[in-house]
């Protein structure tokens, strides 16, 4: 028995309640403030489910704080090539339920071009063509920031304001003041400069500081026609694709609502 004190309370003290963790940094901290929080310079591990039960992976913690997270985290397993590399001994062999379950990576791609997907519906030519979606995202967002270098010089020089403009339209203004002789197809779409924009630009292109560099914005303007037309392509198979799905569960559906009445008739 311990020793008491004067009134018969133990002297033993409690010991010292575990410190809470810290919150994680606000938003727009840099990688390196979400790796010395995470600690193990951003390395976590992960408990990634196999067919054969459960595997500790090392991951990239940062990820998980970088902007569109979900969806690029995604990205990174969405095909067996990813997953045996993660997990080298296994041997993968998944069912069509295993490999075609959605994720909120995915659902959140889809969601933005108007495409209402649950997991009765998806298949292996939606996960591509989202997958084809979410990478030419991915290969803008990368670029995007020197359209936007060029985007000030159009409302400082030209007054033009391009903040709410299509990054193909974008593209297309700074290509023609570097390149003013060339021509261009002009019209109302929003990826499309207008006639009279596109004549401003021609008019001012000779203020223009970013001529400077203009093969930077001749490949800037490449690389967005090529990714504008690969989505393009992507989401017109996407339509049909979904739709055929729907189709599909209607008459799985069907099917099953008669095997489920025949049933009741021959066991009342």
């Known amino acids: 028995m311990g020793k008491r004190a004067k009134g018969g309370r133990d002297r033993r003290r409690l010991a010292p309640a575990p410190l809470a963790p810290s919150p994680p940094p606000p938003p727009g901290t840099s990688s390196v403030g979400f790796a010395q929080w995470l600690g193990h310079n951003g390395i976590i591990l992960v408990l990634f489910e196999t067919p054969s ?13 970088r902007p569109k997270a979900l969806e690029n985290i995604w990205s990174e397993f969405i095909n067996m090539d990813t997953a045996q590399n993660v997990v080298p001994d296994e041997e993968l062999e998944l069912t069509n339920e295993d490999c075609l379950q959605i994720s909120q990576g995915m659902k959140l791609v889809l969601d933005r071009y108007g495409f209402e997907v649950d997991a009765s519906l998806v298949n292996s030519g939606i996960i591509d063509m989202a997958s084809t979606v979410y990478e030419c995202d991915l290969f803008e967002d990368a670029r995007v920031a020197s359209l936007q270098n060029g985007s000030k010089q159009l409302e400082e020089v030209s007054g033009i304001d391009s903040k709410n403009w299509d990054r193909l339209k974008l593209a297309t203004a700074l290509k023609l003041i570097c390149y003013p002789n060339d021509e261009i197809v002009t019209g109302d779409s929003e990826e499309m400069l207008s006639k009279s924009e596109a004549e401003q630009l021609v008019t001012d292109a000779h203020r223009y500081k970013l001529k400077r560099h203009d093969w930077i914005y001749l490949e800037l ?9 690969v989505r393009r392509r992507a989401l017109e198979l996407l339509g049909p694709m979904v739709k055929e799905a729907k189709e599909d569960l209607k008459l799985q559906q069907g099917s ?7 049933e009741v008739k021959q066991h009342p």
């Open 53 to 65: 039960g459960f595997a500790l992976i090392n991951y990239d913690g940062v990820k998980l704080f």
């Open 221 to 229: 303007y490449t690389d967005f026609v090529w990714a504008h037309g």
């Open 256 to 262: 099953m609502v008669k095997e489920e009445q025949q």
